[in-house]
């Protein structure tokens, strides 16, 4: 009888044991899900930031763009102003032209001399 009664007490032991182990292996388990978890948010939260980088740099792009066609624009503009002025002028550029023609001929001049 003393025994069995042994036996029962080791048997008894050996399932707290294994119960003991289990729940050890599971907060383990537990711990490491835990972790990936960790691992995982800090790598959405890193991704997250890259994203947020990344629309950063393409707003900063756009912007730059903007900038940039503004820049373009306003230069069109100022070379038509200039195109309107200097066809303006042209027309007094005629006549400075007839005067112009004297000068040609005393260069003519210095040129045979």
């Not at 009664?5 to 399932?15: A, D, P």
């Not at 070379?79 to 112009?100: A, D, E, G, S, V």
Request: charged share 0%; no cysteine.
């Amino acid at each position: 009888m003393l025994l069995l009664l042994l036996l029962l007490l080791l048997l008894l032991l050996l399932l707290l044991l294994l119960l003991l182990l289990l729940l050890l292996l599971l907060l383990l388990l537990l711990l490491l899900l835990l972790l990936l978890l960790l691992l995982l948010l800090l790598l959405l939260l890193l991704l997250l930031l890259l994203l947020l980088l990344l629309l950063l740099l393409l707003l900063l792009l756009l912007l730059l763009l903007q900038l940039l066609l503004l820049l373009l624009l306003l230069l069109l503009l100022l070379l038509l102003l200039l195109l309107l002025l200097l066809h303006h002028h042209h027309h007094h550029h005629h006549h400075h032209h007839h005067h112009h023609h004297h000068h040609h001929h005393h260069h003519h001049h210095h040129h045979s001399q």
